[in-house]
């Protein structure tokens, strides 16, 4: 990008913020179209695509369970343990990229990383050579390889050939000595396969099994001719021309059988004809692949009562062990883009939050001691109080009880 560098020297003879926001005009207006979707690839014993995958509804789920609890976050800057207000923060985290807004990158990194592992950001610098744009790409098309020669990492993205410095690489689950990361598809290809074989075995089940709807028995012998003649009749066949015999006569389709012919038809039950325990306990895989508690999932775990006390502390724990894994990677990405001295957190109180009762109770117990009034307001998305409120919440408090009287003995 130091083409943009010296056009902006040579249009405003400065390097300021103002000239930042034009170079992301710029970088807008050059941008190809990024819409292209990944590859795919047939189900086989062994491998099962992306998109084949997040065709199954319990993958789908999962995802999207991890994606709407990313895109609830806010992103706080914070330098010395303090949150900087939103005037001092830098732009790159308020506005991360001219072609989506903080929300949809937050949910398309949080995805990139959980569909293959790797997520990539295209570094686009202002003149003053700071990073005013990350340009979010498609992991699907991103090759990657190590130059022996230079000793750094080659980026490849639709024939164009991008230096390691130019790109923001994050990971999830990068296994010592490998250049890219491990995503929850990639790691269980074979059981992921399985679930969408199961899928595919029970809708087919009656049309495609070979499993005969019912048999036709008779208590005299039927020559190999004559059985197949009956067998036709049954299924309104002209054993002759081998074409669907006209029903036009017989609408309600009733059947005569003769010569001691019996129709014994093969019953299973929808619970066994659809395979329900077996997609039940792909569900249950899913989800422990995922890292996504199983009452969000909407799948029973035998021997297991949910109350409320343990769905809050498995959704703490879905925030801390699962989610986390995503959003630290992210925010460290950011925090090597912002000035030294600046760290980026996502806030995850809000996911955090305990019930209202339990919540005030919290609240009653922290004031005075090491919370202020105004900062629990904060936490509850209050503004501070007013003079005037202040002096009517002292005016509403009551006196202190007097001292007991000491009486001599």
Known sequence: MGWLTEF??????????????????????????DITAPSTRSVSDQWIS????????????????????????????????????DSQRPNLIKYPSVFMDQADFIEQNV???????????????????????????NPHEVWVEWDREKNHLVYHYRGEKIPGDQIQHITRM??????????????????????????RFASEWFDGSGQPSGILSSDQ?????????????????????????????????????????????????????QWIEAQQFDTTKIARLFGIPAYLMLAAVEGSSMTYSNVEQAWQDFIRTTLMGYL?????????????GQTVRFNVETLLRSDTKSRYEAHNLSLGRWKTVDEVRKDENMAPLTDKQREELKAAQPPPAPAPVETEQ
């Open 8 to 33: 902006f020297r040579g249009r405003t003879g400065s390097l300021d913020r103002t000239s930042n926001a034009a170079a992301r005009a710029v970088i807008l207006a050059t941008r190809s179209s």
């Open 174 to 199: 990068k296994l010592p000595g490998a250049v890219k990361g491990l995503g929850p598809i990639q790691a269980a290809r074979q059981e992921l396969a399985g679930a969408a074989m199961t899928r």
């Open 50 to 85: 992306e998109s084949d995958a997040i065709s199954l509804h319990d993958v789908y789920r999962a995802i999207d369970i991890i994606a709407t609890a990313a895109v609830q976050l806010s992103i706080d800057v914070e330098r010395n343990g303090q949150v900087l207000p």
């Open 328 to 340: 630290r990677k992210i925010e460290l990405a950011l925090t090597s883009l912002v000035p030294r």
């Open 111 to 137: 995805l990139s990383l959980v569909v293959s592992g790797n997520a990539y950001w295209r570094k686009q610098y202002g003149p003053n050579l700071e990073v005013v744009n990350l340009d979010l790409l």
């Open 221 to 273: 012998p039927l020559a190999g001719e004559e059985a197949k003649q009956y067998r036709d009749v049954w299924n309104g066949i002209d054993s002759e021309t081998g074409q669907a015999i006209d029903q036009t006569a017989n609408p309600s389709g009733i059947k005569v059988l003769g010569k001691g012919l019996s129709y014994d038809p093969i019953l299973l039950s929808p619970k066994d004809a």
